[in-house]
């Protein structure tokens, strides 16, 4: 079993920026697509960007294209999410995810992906 660990969520005002890291247990990280979802109180897992295994490809949710960069440091078993130009409407816990199978192509549904973090809070102030 994959542990996945979060990291850098907090609280910070409208316009500002935040990093998120994800350090993987797993010994096969590269190998992985892995990606990042957010989830407010009474609502369903939303994803917000996902990059494969070789770092070529990257898919963004629409509200965040252009604001947010994913990345990742596979010698590091670590996946990073860039968060600039902040919105309130960003408030949300995040969550780091892996991809249930290696070399797969990103996918944008949670059911796809079988290892979860336990998902750190970021708080955007207006």
């Known amino acids: 079993q994959v542990s996945l660990v979060e990291s850098g969520g907090g609280l910070v005002q409208a316009g500002e920026s935040l990093r998120l890291a994800c350090t993987s247990s797993g010994r096969s990280f590269s190998t992985y697509v892995v990606g990042w979802f957010r989830q407010t109180p009474g609502k369903q897992r939303q994803f917000v960007a996902a990059i494969n295994w070789n770092a070529r490809v990257a898919n963004y949710v629409d509200s965040v294209k252009g604001r947010f960069t994913i990345s990742r440091d596979n010698a590091n078993n670590t996946l990073y999410l860039q968060m600039n130009s902040l919105k309130v409407e960003d408030t949300a816990v995040y969550y780091c995810?892996?991809?249930?199978?290696?070399?797969?192509?990103?996918?944008?549904?949670?059911?796809?992906?079988?290892?979860w973090g336990q998902g750190t809070q970021v708080t955007v102030s207006a």
């Open positions: 995810a892996q991809h249930s199978y290696p070399f797969g192509t990103i996918t944008r549904r949670s059911i796809d992906y079988g290892s």
